[in-house]
């Protein structure tokens, strides 16, 4: 029996000795974050699924099934093992509703209340599921060459890149704290933490923090868990006295100290088994958003210009690349693609690392949401097709990701697909275009970009726009531009995605991605208004846009685009790349 086929009957054996029926793993590890150290990697291990969000559900004699959403479903469907495992979309097949229907009720579920939230678990309590914490993970039993959790260097992150000193933003979350009748907040995101420190790290691929727990009391102090050796004295002098270092062992007895006080918890990104220990000290759960998020969302100054800098340099790789696909492109491979893109990035002495791993499909692979493409599955890039490319860098002073749809023949792309591609550059526009009210939430920008697909009846399967951190995480809360609404409004200073696509599986994929920061924009008097600045510099594929289906005003906002594009970035490129990015960026002519 192959060995990932032998470890589904192995965790079951491990359940009837733990004494629970079944088993519901999340895919996250310890602080809820999307992308998580190998040790982590459970759900992938133990199913082979390797997208970053999803779960499964173990009966011990019963079935076995996998969720995650329609950014995975393909991928899902390609990567799981269907004689064993059910592979379900969790909007239509909600986890808890399926549970139930398996004869959930009469049944003790285990679960590990370090890798699940208070909310995360309240679908499986309000359905009468009998949901048992365990001490220990299942998985963790049988995964006998698990990696060991990681411990990289906490790193100053200067004051050059972070705009506000730590202890400014220490105070600002006190006066939070101290306004709502907290005494202290559990900080269980590592990129806030790393965002409140000025700390950064390489605990996590493609996020530069260190897995860490902190305590932020109403004083302002702060008890940062992480092992002390982790700390050098440069840094420990960088956190300062009032930010005291526990190794994690002693977590638990700090929790206990805080008996008999108001204590802020996430209920969404903590593990409930904060709530679980604090509850049993005797202390009193306010449960409220992280005090971090939505001041972290919103950029100072430095940030923003950071974020402008490391989208010029990312721009000048980007438009090197494109010249590149549109050169040499066809009869690469597509991970021979991905990783000449890293490349162009890697010329800069700045670049880090890729924001995520680059999602680079040709052809059907295109249409895979979240594709992630593996020297296995790697396919040619052929002429004559689509290519999808989603990529991102980390910079130390701003974090970029940008999508690009190309057609890799010489001529126009066919009417299929130049009618979808203009039809999602026509919803990208609407929304980098717009103009709304203080106070306008995500929820209420969705339609803008998906308006022209609507009219065709054609749509997509994922959000519109998640934020960005600055040389953090390139998904980052608290706000999105989504179906799914978030009562969160679109701030100043937040860096957002404006990504809407169209796929069409076994074919192709689009998908067209700039960031956007918000800024204030002239209104009537009495009125705020805000609207958005496009970061992102890089032309789109003339071959694919039928210039019929373009307004005025859109064809106006593309030629005022590329011509930025051109300005910014041709002075930077050799004379075959920039003669090739003159022709990128020349006038749509909208018929």
């Not at 890798?115 to 599921?129: F, S, W």
């Not at 906490?154 to 005494?183: T, W, Y």
Request: glycine fraction near 10%; include cysteine.
């Amino acid at each position: 029996m192959p060995e990932i086929q032998a470890r589904l009957p192995a965790l079951r054996r491990v359940l009837e000795e733990m004494d629970v029926d079944g088993f519901v793993l999340l895919r996250g590890d310890e602080h809820l974050g999307e992308y998580v150290a190998p040790y982590a990697e459970r759900l992938a291990w133990l199913s082979g699924f390797t997208g970053s969000a999803g779960l499964a559900v173990v009966l011990r004699d019963g079935p076995a099934a996998i969720f995650s959403d329609g950014r995975y479903i393909t991928q899902m469907d390609q990567q799981v093992d269907g004689t064993a495992w059910a592979r379900l979309h969790m909007r239509d097949t909600p986890p808890a509703e399926w549970l139930a229907a398996q004869g959930g009720r009469g049944l003790r579920i285990g679960y590990d209340p370090h890798l699940v939230g208070e909310a995360g678990l309240q679908p499986y309590l309000a359905r009468g599921l009998d949901m048992v914490p365990l001490a220990a993970n299942p998985v963790d039993r049988i995964w006998s060459d698990q990696p060991a959790a990681p411990g990289t260097p906490c790193l100053p992150h200067p004051l050059s890149f972070a705009g506000e000193d730590s202890a400014d933003k220490r105070a600002r979350m006190a006066v939070i704290l101290r306004a709502a009748g907290q005494d202290a907040a559990i900080v269980g995101d590592p990129t806030s933490i790393a965002w409140l420190l000025n700390i950064r790290g390489n605990d996590i691929p493609y996020t530069p923090a260190c897995l860490a727990f902190a305590i932020l009391h109403a004083d302002a102090r702060v008890d940062l868990f992480i092992d002390p050796a982790r700390v050098s004295p440069d840094a420990a002098d960088w956190l300062g006295p009032q930010v005291r270092i526990v190794p994690p062992s002693g977590l638990d007895a700090a929790l206990a100290a805080l008996a008999g006080q108001t204590i802020r918890v996430d209920p969404v990104g903590t593990a409930i088994w904060f709530i679980q220990t604090l509850e049993a000290a005797g202390a009193t759960i306010a449960r409220a958003t992280d005090p971090c998020a939505l001041p972290r969302a919103c950029k100072n100054d430095v940030e923003q210009d950071g974020a402008r800098k490391a989208h010029l340099i990312d721009g000048v790789a980007l438009c090197r690349f494109l010249h590149w696909v549109d050169t040499e492109g066809v009869g690469q491979n597509e991970l021979q693609a991905a990783t000449q893109l890293d490349g162009f990035r890697a010329l800069c002495p700045d670049y880090r690392e890729e924001s995520f791993p680059a999602i680079s499909g040709a052809g059907p692979n295109g249409a895979v949401i979240h594709y992630r493409v593996t020297p296995e599955s790697a396919r040619t890039i052929g002429a004559d097709e689509v290519y999808l490319i989603d990529s991102g860098g980390q910079y130390p002073f701003g974090t970029t990701d940008v999508t690009r749809t190309l057609w890799t023949g010489k001529g126009p792309g066919p009417d299929g697909v130049r009618g979808p591609f203009t039809r999602v550059l026509k919803g990208h526009i609407a929304l980098a275009r717009a103009r709304f009210p203080v106070g306008t939430t995500g929820h209420a920008l969705d339609a803008l970009a998906r308006y022209a697909l609507w009219q065709e009846g054609l749509d997509y399967d994922h959000g519109t726009g998640h934020g960005i951190g600055s040389y953090l995480s390139v998904h980052e809360g608290p706000c999105s531009i989504s179906p799914v609404h978030r009562p969160v409004a679109v701030a100043a200073g937040m860096i957002l995605s404006d990504e809407p696509g169209y796929y069409r599986p076994g074919v192709f994929g689009i998908r067209l991605e700039n960031l956007l920061l918000v800024h204030p924009v002239p209104a009537e008097a009495g009125r705020t208004f805000l609207g958005f600045e496009t970061l992102t510099l890089a032309p789109f594929d003339r071959r694919l846009i039928d210039p019929a289906l373009l307004t005025g005003e859109e064809a106006a906002w593309l030629d005022t685009y590329h011509a930025r594009v051109f300005d910014l970035i041709a002075p930077q490129l050799d004379t075959d790349a920039r003669a090739w990015l003159a022709t990128a960026c020349a006038p749509i002519v909208a018929e």
